[in-house]
């Protein structure tokens, strides 16, 4: 139950050995988060799906970023030109998988937005609506209805993802085969991978509730730290790589 925390460790020592390609990912990732919270700022009903939505689909956000840690794992010098190159290659593994990931993250915004519109007892335009008439309701129902809702489909995006971009990353395995090391990494250490789980999404969180600007140091933390995450299930033996390296 400790590995999380060495992750976390050992993903910030790589951001501190190698910011600039962190940072400017958590720039940009601020940087939308900002905007999306601009256009959307009287439209909470649809903010709250989109940002919870953004977990699902933020392990394709921090391929670079696995990248990163391989490369200075090898003691090779790493810079933005190796993320550029990656994003450039096209690896259809990578953007079908991509896709996959925004199809389901975009499911949830809809199915969050219309749960919310069509039951919330008054309109939900703003953060204080939100906690007043969905967390705060006094007739219990529909907050516990969202929360269950987002579980379901997020439990299993997280068992279908969580290692299967950095071993895409690392190998040529094919996209079904990383898929089904990840929910074999999960279900041999349920416990520490839903330890880990919560951890990602309490920092998020907390990088969400500073206005995005902690988004900047957290995406990339995390980032790095998911990369360190597949590293000890390969060696520990949990997942299997060796036929597809």
């Known amino acids: 139950m400790g590995s999380p925390w060495c992750w976390l460790a050992l993903g910030w020592r790589d951001l501190v050995r190698n910011p600039w390609p962190g940072l400017l990912h958590g720039v940009l990732v601020a940087a939308f988060g ?17 940002f919870s939505g953004f977990l699902i689909v933020a392990p394709v956000l921090a391929t670079g970023l696995y990248q990163v840690s391989r490369l200075a794992a090898r003691g090779q010098r790493v810079s933005s030109r190796e993320v550029w190159r990656l994003w450039c290659s096209g690896d259809r593994r990578l953007v079908g998988f991509g896709l996959l990931l925004g199809l389901a993250g975009t499911g949830w915004v809809l199915t969050s937005a219309a749960l919310i519109t069509l039951w919330a007892p008054a309109d939900v335009s703003k953060p204080a609506d939100f906690l007043l008439h969905v967390v705060l309701a006094p007739s219990p129902g529909l907050f516990e209805v969202w929360l269950l809702l987002g579980a379901l489909l997020a439990a299993p995006m997280f068992a279908s993802s969580v290692i299967t971009l950095p071993m895409l990353v690392d190998t040529q395995a094919p996209l079904w085969v990383a898929v089904g090391e990840s929910w074999r990494a999960v279900g041999s250490h349920p416990g520490v991978m839903a330890l880990w789980a919560l951890l990602i999404v309490g920092l998020v969180g907390l990088g969400l509730c500073t206005l995005m600007l902690g988004l900047v140091v957290v995406v990339p933390w995390l980032g790095h730290a998911s990369w360190h995450a597949y590293v000890h299930l ?12």
């Not at 900002?34 to 989109?50: E, S």
């Not at 390969?234 to 390296?245: Q, R, Y």
């Open 234 to 245: 390969k060696a520990t033996g949990t997942i299997s790589t060796d036929e597809w390296a």
């Open 34 to 50: 900002g905007l999306l919270l601009a256009v959307a700022h009287d439209q909470f009903w649809g903010l709250a799906g989109a």
